[in-house]
T-cell receptor
Framework: GDSVTQMEGPVTLSEEAFLTINCTYT??????LFWYVQYPGEGLQLLLK?????DKGSNKGFEATYRKETTSFHLEKGSVQVSDSAVYFC???????????FGKGTRLSVIA | GAVVSQHPSRVICKSGTSVKIECRSL??????MFWYRQFPKQSLMLMAT?????????EQGVEKDKFLINHASLTLSTLTVTSAHPEDSSFYIC????????????????FGPGTRLTVL
């Protein structure tokens, strides 16, 4: 079945550092790919998405590019802030009305 | 747009009681809603898929008689935890798939803020 593997955390960075969180997937078809963010005690918020190969999703300074050849969707941000501290989940879906398959999540802590 | 609410946000109950959690899509219609469960510092586990007007589809290992799901309308799904026990304490999160109305994307699931259930 489909699966998502993302780098294990926790990741601790200083403010303004560069962030990369790796995510790779296995899927039989051509899934849509997502990054969700979960702040402490809250639900999940969609951060960005990409629906086909070579698409780049971006939001709030975060970016991720759908790489079919490497089956990857790595999350990047050029300069992190303390407010970016959260858990980040990579996920895929075969279609909008099928359940999301989540990675295990990566906890990011940004220190001032 | 594309807001999903959950009620209550937090509930504490005694062992043996039943608890109902509501999931509403506030500004779009959702033919499909999903219920997930999240343990501390872990990822989300899919419990069931809820389709409007039909029976829910449960994942393997999820007791359908214990976790009753009803999707009575295009904007509301409910999860009832029957005869709750301490091991049912968890964070329950729903998500909704839009039919494409009111600006919500059809290829995206929108998540509620979650309900933290504590069973004493």
């Amino acid at each position: 079945g489909d699966s998502v593997t993302q780098m294990e955390g926790p990741v601790t960075l200083s403010e303004e550092a560069f962030l990369t969180i790796n995510c790779t997937y296995t899927a039989t078809g051509y899934p849509s790919l997502f990054w969700y963010v979960q702040y402490p005690g809250e639900g999940l918020q969609l951060l960005l998405k990409a629906t086909k190969a070579d698409d780049k999703g971006s939001n709030k300074g975060f970016e991720a590019t759908y790489r079919k050849e490497t089956t990857s969707f790595h999350l990047e941000k050029g300069s992190v802030q303390v407010s970016d501290s959260a858990v980040y989940f990579c996920a895929l879906s075969d279609s909008g009305n099928t359940p999301l398959v989540f990675g295990k999540g990566t906890r990011l802590s940004v220190i001032a | 747009g594309a807001v999903v609410s959950q009620h209550p946000s937090r509930v504490i109950c005694k062992s043996g009681t039943s608890v109902k959690i509501e999931c509403r899509s506030l500004d779009f219609q959702a033919t499909t809603m999903f219920w997930y469960r999240q343990f501390p510092k872990q990822s989300l586990m899919l419990m069931a898929t809820s389709n409007e007007g039909s029976k829910a589809t449960y994942e393997q290992g999820v007791e359908k008689d214990k976790f009753l799901i009803n999707h009575a309308s295009l904007t509301l799904s409910t999860l009832t935890v029957t005869s709750a026990h301490p091991e049912d304490s968890s964070f329950y999160i729903c998500s909704a798939h839009s039919t494409g109305t009111s600006g919500a994307s059809t290829d995206t699931q929108y998540f509620g803020p979650g309900t933290r259930l504590t069973v004493l």
